[in-house]
T-cell receptor
Framework: ELKVEQNPLFLSMQEGKNYTIYCNYSTTSDRLYWYRQDPGKSLESLFVLLSNGAVKQEGRLMASLDTKARLSTLHITAAVHDLSATYFCAVDEIQGAQKLVFGQGTRLTINP | KAGVTQTPRYLIKTRGQQVTLSCSPISGHRSVSWYQQTPGQGLQFLFEYFSETQRNKGNFPGRFSGRQFSNSRSEMNVSTLELGDSALYLC????????????FGEGSWLTVV
């Protein structure tokens, strides 16, 4: 059974600082997704990572994938308050079908 | 381009009743999947449909069922509602093959009393 674990689960940081959220998963997969969720809202797609060594960046967020280590990271650079949200990673379990297994989520709070 | 549309957005049901939730995927998307989100269990996969066929099913009891129509629209049904079925139910759609972005709708908030 595929397991996806994120850490930390809660993160409080100051504006302007850098930090990294880690996503470990338990089986071989090269399809890793990152989502953002604001309170009471749905999931917003951030990144889709599809191969070992993939790196994608959008604004202050950068995601990477190491399939050999079964690890993805979401790096936040010079955080701003607007990035406060819960971030989920998810692994697509089955090739050729859509079945995401989600991590527990990381609740990120960025303080002025 | 319209996103994934779910109806109803909010509903309250009584234990023992049944509920049907509807999802219209993004135009051109043929894969539709459903997820349940609760504070205790997080986001859990319910099932996925492609071309009117259920391709995958999560670990939920048979009270949870779904279907997909020829226009890719999907419905899910929960019969004999229990208090624990209170959750946010999210529908997602994507193009057929793996590795495409999976887009989520706003969700249907179900409260069972």
């Amino acid at each position: 059974e595929l397991k996806v674990e994120q850490n930390p689960l809660f993160l409080s940081m100051q504006e302007g600082k850098n930090y990294t959220i880690y996503c470990n998963y338990s089986t071989t997969s090269d399809r890793l997704y990152w989502y953002r969720q604001d309170p009471g809202k749905s999931l917003e797609s951030l990144f889709v990572l599809l191969s070992n060594g993939a790196v994608k960046q959008e604004g202050r967020l950068m995601a990477s994938l190491d399939t050999k280590a079964r690890l993805s990271t979401l790096h936040i650079t010079a955080a701003v308050h607007d990035l406060s949200a819960t971030y989920f990673c998810a692994v697509d379990e089955i090739q050729g079908a859509q079945k995401l297994v989600f991590g527990q989520g990381t609740r990120l709070t960025i303080n002025p | 381009k319209a996103g994934v549309t779910q109806t109803p957005r909010y509903l309250i049901k009584t234990r023992g009743q049944q509920v049907t939730l509807s999802c219209s995927p993004i135009s051109g998307h043929r894969s539709v999947s459903w997820y349940q989100q609760t504070p205790g269990q997080g986001l859990q996969f319910l099932f996925e449909y492609f071309s009117e066929t259920q391709r995958n099913k999560g670990n939920f009891p048979g009270r949870f069922s779904g279907r997909q129509f020829s226009n890719s629209r999907s419905e899910m049904n929960v019969s004999t509602l229990e208090l624990g079925d209170s959750a946010l139910y999210l529908c997602a759609s994507s193009r057929a093959s793996s590795g495409n972005t999976i887009y989520f709708g706003e969700g249907s908030w179900l409260t069972v009393v």
